[in-house]
């Protein structure tokens, strides 16, 4: 549908201050593909600048499409809107419909380790382009073009609407992850897949059982197997695969620890036709081995997906469904109000806020249960930050880490859940980091009139591994929701933990 209003930029300090507006005209259209802008700070100075894709004039034809006209890579001041740098974007030629020669999206890149440089990048499902810059002496120097057009056909139509910049070689500088396709620092091709566009793709320490960053993609090219694949980052090998024809992975999978039960990250899919979940097929939760953990749960709602996010201060993500955030397979951790969301640790306390766009307004939604240990925010993880950075430009992936957090730290997990006769029970997860094994008392309290069985229970864990159990609360002593809280004191620390339990009636 055509555009029925020029797309606006804004600028606004962090405590709603006003600072400018840019208005790119009708030479830009709205959209994921047609206005990308990204945010950073390029110059070394402390203050963000903007990049943004921006066109001239009026070139709008009788559909009222754009398919002429200029259009400019630019970088304005991001405390006054003025203009730093433009270079022409790249080019239209070889892609020829229109619905190909719209994808365009923008990264930043530190492609010598330490100097964020811009990308710029068109195609995503046939030819597809790359041009990267350094912002330097109030110009836009280019380092390096990539375009497929004379590499093999397993380099054509890899693209994904995300473009991540990270380093998977260990070598200090990062490569370029066009979807199924990863371009080496210097814009050369690393590897690719050849399995086509995928829909989704995360990327982080999956399995910290092996080394090194791994990826998890789904396919949304039909495909005869690996439509979900975990891939190693470095080398594009695939490690683990669905072994069935898949016809179309949808974009809104997951990549999260959401499972205390078993180790590292896992990844959610789900096959599509039309554009509605297709319930004869999937969706599928996998373990980071690749072990299958359910196919078509039956409790989880029909739909494309749910959101994760680190709230109640455990090591695992919660998962935010519609307007409740709730344990993967227990309760309702906290109701709220959530419209189209985006999540990110905005205030460094290691948890994300909830920000949510509402008619008129903007809201950030935070945890108000206190954090048991102190961690370095999520944001200062490279790969974390690039995500958060990328979702300016929707197609809303939840950020990754590039470490997995119960892998570094001692867990404690509690989750409402019933058991087979319907009775409240409280599973607790104490989990060991893969260096050092845990062990010490676990004590819980229900508060007065609440009895729990057992309340107290030693563990030693060996690294890596988890202990399991379930507790009972005693018929009669739950007439109403319950904070069950939970203390593990350790040699060197202690932790703790809570949930809220609700009786069944």
């Given at each position: 549908?055509?555009?029925?209003?020029?797309?606006?930029?804004?600028?606004?300090?962090?405590?709603?201050?006003?600072?400018?507006?840019?208005?790119l005209?009708w030479?830009?259209?709205?959209?994921i593909?047609?206005?990308p802008?990204?945010?950073?700070?390029?110059?070394?100075?402390?203050?963000?600048?903007?990049a943004?894709?921006?066109?001239?004039?009026?070139?709008?034809?009788p559909?009222?499409?754009?398919?002429?006209?200029?259009e400019?890579?630019?970088?304005?001041?991001?405390?006054?809107?003025?203009?730093?740098?433009?270079?022409?974007?790249?080019?239209?030629?070889?892609?020829?419909?229109?619905?190909?020669?719209?994808?365009?999206?923008?990264?930043?890149?530190?492609?010598d380790?330490?100097?964020?440089?811009?990308?710029?990048?068109?195609?995503?499902?046939?030819?597809?382009?790359?041009?990267?810059?350094q912002?330097?002496?109030?110009?836009?120097?280019?380092?390096?073009?990539?375009?497929?057009?004379?590499?093999?056909?397993?380099?054509?139509?890899?693209?994904?609407?995300f473009?991540?910049?990270?380093d998977?070689d260990?070598?200090?500088r990062?490569?370029?992850?066009?979807?199924?396709?990863?371009?080496?620092?210097?814009?050369?091709?690393?590897?690719?897949t050849?399995?086509?566009?995928?829909?989704?793709?995360?990327v982080?320490?999956?399995?910290?059982?092996?080394?090194?960053?791994?990826?998890f993609?789904?396919?949304?090219?039909?495909?005869?197997?690996?439509?979900?694949?975990?891939?190693?980052?470095a080398?594009?090998?695939?490690?683990?695969?669905?072994?069935?024809?898949?016809?179309?992975?949808?974009?809104?999978g997951?990549?999260a620890?959401?499972?205390?039960?078993?180790?590292?990250?896992?990844?959610f899919?789900?096959?599509?036709?039309?554009?509605?979940?297709?319930?004869?097929?999937?969706?599928?939760?996998w373990a980071a081995?690749?072990?299958?953990?359910?196919?078509?749960?039956?409790?989880?709602?029909?739909?494309?997906?749910?959101?994760?996010?680190?709230?109640?201060?455990?090591?695992?993500?919660?998962?935010?469904?519609?307007?409740?955030?709730c344990?993967?397979?227990?309760?309702?951790?906290?109701?709220?109000?959530a419209?189209?969301?985006?999540?990110?640790d905005?205030?460094?306390?290691?948890?994300?806020?909830?920000?949510?766009?509402?008619?008129?307004?903007?809201?950030?939604?935070?945890?108000?249960?206190?954090?048991?240990?102190?961690?370095?925010?999520?944001?200062?993880?490279?790969?974390?930050?690039?995500?958060?950075?990328?979702?300016?430009?929707?197609?809303?992936?939840?950020?990754?880490?590039?470490?997995?957090?119960?892998?570094?730290?001692p867990?404690?997990?509690?989750?409402?859940?019933t058991?087979?006769?319907?009775?409240?029970?409280?599973?607790?997860v104490?989990?060991?980091?893969?260096?050092?094994?845990?062990?010490?008392?676990?004590?819980?309290?229900?508060?007065?009139?609440?009895?729990?069985?057992p309340?107290q229970?030693?563990?030693?864990?060996?690294p890596?591994?988890?202990?399991?159990?379930?507790?009972?609360i005693?018929?009669?002593?739950?007439s109403?929701?319950?904070?069950?809280?939970?203390?593990?004191?350790?040699?060197?620390?202690?932790?703790?933990?809570?949930?809220?339990?609700?009786?069944?009636?």
């Amino acid at each position: 549908m055509p555009s029925p209003d020029t797309y606006k930029i804004e600028a606004y300090l962090s405590d709603g201050t006003f600072l400018w507006q840019h208005d790119l005209g009708w030479a830009i259209e709205r959209g994921i593909w047609y206005s990308p802008y990204i945010v950073c700070d390029l110059t070394g100075d402390g203050k963000a600048e903007v990049a943004a894709k921006i066109g001239e004039g009026d070139p709008r034809g009788p559909d009222g499409r754009v398919k002429t006209g200029p259009e400019w890579l630019v970088v304005w001041d991001g405390m006054t809107g003025k203009e730093i740098a433009r270079v022409p974007w790249p080019d239209r030629s070889g892609y020829g419909e229109y619905s190909r020669t719209s994808r365009n999206q923008m990264a930043v890149a530190y492609l010598d380790g330490k100097t964020p440089c811009l990308l710029a990048l068109r195609g995503t499902y046939c030819r597809m382009k790359v041009d990267a810059y350094q912002l330097r002496n109030g110009k836009l120097e280019r380092l390096w073009r990539y375009d497929n057009n004379n590499l093999p056909g397993t380099y054509w139509g890899q693209g994904e609407h995300f473009t991540r910049a990270l380093d998977v070689d260990g070598d200090g500088r990062d490569e370029v992850m066009l979807g199924s396709a990863m371009l080496d620092d210097n814009g050369t091709p690393l590897w690719t897949t050849g399995l086509g566009h995928n829909d989704f793709a995360y990327v982080g320490d999956i399995n910290p059982r092996r080394p090194g960053l791994e990826i998890f993609y789904g396919i949304e090219t039909r495909a005869e197997k690996n439509g979900m694949c975990l891939v190693d980052a470095a080398t594009g090998k695939i490690l683990w695969g669905h072994d069935q024809p898949t016809v179309h992975i949808h974009g809104a999978g997951m990549c999260a620890d959401i499972d205390p039960t078993v180790p590292g990250l896992e990844g959610f899919g789900l096959d599509c036709l039309s554009k509605k979940p297709d319930v004869r097929n999937g969706p599928w939760l996998w373990a980071a081995d690749g072990t299958l953990l359910w196919f078509d749960k039956p409790v989880l709602p029909k739909t494309f997906s749910f959101t994760p996010v680190y709230w109640d201060a455990d090591l695992q993500k919660e998962l935010l469904l519609g307007g409740k955030i709730c344990d993967y397979d227990g309760g309702v951790v906290q109701n709220l109000a959530a419209g189209s969301v985006v999540i990110a640790d905005v205030l460094g306390d290691w948890r994300e806020e909830i920000i949510a766009s509402f008619p008129g307004e903007i809201r950030i939604y935070t945890t108000t249960i206190p954090a048991a240990d102190r961690r370095v925010c999520l944001m200062q993880d490279r790969i974390y930050q690039a995500d958060a950075r990328m979702n300016s430009m929707g197609y809303y992936k939840p950020p990754m880490t590039s470490y997995c957090l119960e892998a570094e730290s001692p867990g404690l997990n509690l989750t409402a859940m019933t058991n087979d006769a319907g009775k409240p029970v409280c599973r607790v997860v104490v989990s060991a980091p893969l260096r050092k094994g845990v062990a010490g008392v676990v004590q819980l309290d229900g508060g007065d009139g609440v009895k729990l069985s057992p309340d107290q229970f030693a563990v030693d864990v060996k690294p890596g591994e988890r202990a399991i159990r379930f507790v009972e609360i005693q018929a009669g002593s739950l007439s109403a929701p319950r904070l069950i809280r939970a203390t593990l004191t350790l040699k060197d620390r202690v932790l703790r933990g809570q949930v809220l339990i609700v009786r069944k009636k």
